[in-house]
């Protein structure tokens, strides 16, 4: 069983980092930004 993360401010900075870093690693990241229009 894959483990999950809820990370927000995921847009950029810190918060995109280590949603980037969690999914590498295998796992189930759910992010959550105010400017859509930015990428993970």
Not at 19 to 32: C, E, H, P, S, Y
Request: aromatic share 12%.
């Amino acid at each position: 069983m894959r483990k999950t993360i809820f990370i927000t401010g995921a847009s950029s900075g810190l918060g995109k980092e280590t949603a980037k870093l969690f999914q590498a690693k295998g796992w189930n990241v759910i992010a959550t930004m105010r400017r859509l229009f930015y990428r993970l």
